[in-house]
């Protein structure tokens, strides 16, 4: 894993940052991310890859990838953490081929555990006592908000498409997905 490189808290932006970049070259910027996405973004990469070592990795290369494009985002076509959605789900999809590819490319002492990990899957019994805490949270979610969460968020569906699905205007999708993140990260862990 690379660590994410130190930032100045003087520094503006990196060289090639436009006015209308994400601010993840700043430290304010890249620590407001940090504190609203970073939950996410390691909830999606462990339901994806079922292993944590993999999946903070897949946070740590998602928020470099962020890092050096950060001068390419554009506001117009949706919000940084849609953004880092994207990227991460690049990220996550380089890391499935990158294992589908050299599914035993380790050393001789890790074989086992890497064969023993390549075909299980993660515990039943964490899987759905996630499964449970997730349904909790959701639950006590406004019905619109909870819909548009499980569409966009644990369905990983495009806004225009849900917007579309559900009759209402993306941006109605996007502020009930904003608003149910918000109350979200409100909630006790152990809800």
Known sequence: MRPLPTLTATRIGRP???DRCARLCTDSGLAQVLGADKALLHWRALRR??????????VQETLLRAWRACGTYN???GSVRTWLLTIE???????ARVRAARPG???W???????EGHYARP?????LADGLLVAELLSRLPAPQRDAVVQV??????????AADMGVPVGTVKTRVHYALRSLRRLPLSA
């Open 75 to 77: 506001p117009d076509r």
């Open 16 to 18: 090639g940052c436009a």
């Open 105 to 107: 490319d380790s050393a």
């Open 123 to 127: 515990d039943f019994a964490d899987t």
């Open 49 to 58: 890859l079922g292993d944590p070592g993999l999946a903070e990795h897949a």
């Open 153 to 162: 968020i644990l369905n990983d569906r495009a806004y225009q498409d849900v």
């Open 109 to 115: 002492d890790e074989l086992g555990d890497v064969a």
């Open 89 to 95: 789900r690049n990220v996550l999809t380089d890391i």
